[in-house]
């Protein structure tokens, strides 16, 4: 079993940009898809972004394509989602997650649920 934990988060004018960072203990994230999802106050967790286990293959939510980027490095156990060009609309609590699943194209890989998630981490964006 994986422990995620996120950090990061905090308050930015809109325009500006965060890096959030998820660390991982308990088993080395190589096995695992790893998940970027956002809850905003009364909305369903949405998917943000997802990166395979080598990280060579991204997705990315229509809302964040070409303002946020997802990595990992599985020698540190960490994914990292750098997020510019913020927004409002980007104002939720993040969540870092895995999963074990097998399998290729953006609707396997941005569905809900994942595995295994982090406590979340509030990112807030001022106008």
């Known amino acids: 079993q994986v422990q995620l934990v996120e950090h990061g988060g905090g308050l930015v004018q809109a325009g500006g940009s965060l890096r959030l960072s998820c660390t991982a203990s308990?088993?080395?994230?190589?096995?695992?898809?790893m998940g970027w999802f956002r809850q905003a106050p009364g909305k369903e967790r949405d998917f943000v972004a997802a990166?395979?286990?080598?990280?060579?293959?991204?997705f990315y939510a229509d809302s964040v394509k070409g303002r946020f980027t997802i990595s990992r490095d599985n020698a540190a156990n960490t994914v990292d989602l750098q997020m510019n060009t913020l927004t409002p609309e980007d104002t939720a609590v993040y969540y870092c997650?895995?999963?074990?699943?097998?399998?290729?194209?953006?609707?396997?890989?941005?569905?809900?649920?994942?595995?295994?998630w982090g406590q979340g981490t509030q990112v807030t964006v001022s106008s």
């Open positions: 990166v395979s286990r080598g990280g060579r293959i991204t």
């Open positions: 997650a895995a999963d074990l699943r097998y399998c290729s194209g953006y609707g396997c890989y941005s569905r809900y649920p994942y595995d295994y």
């Open positions: 308990g088993r080395t994230i190589s096995s695992y898809v």
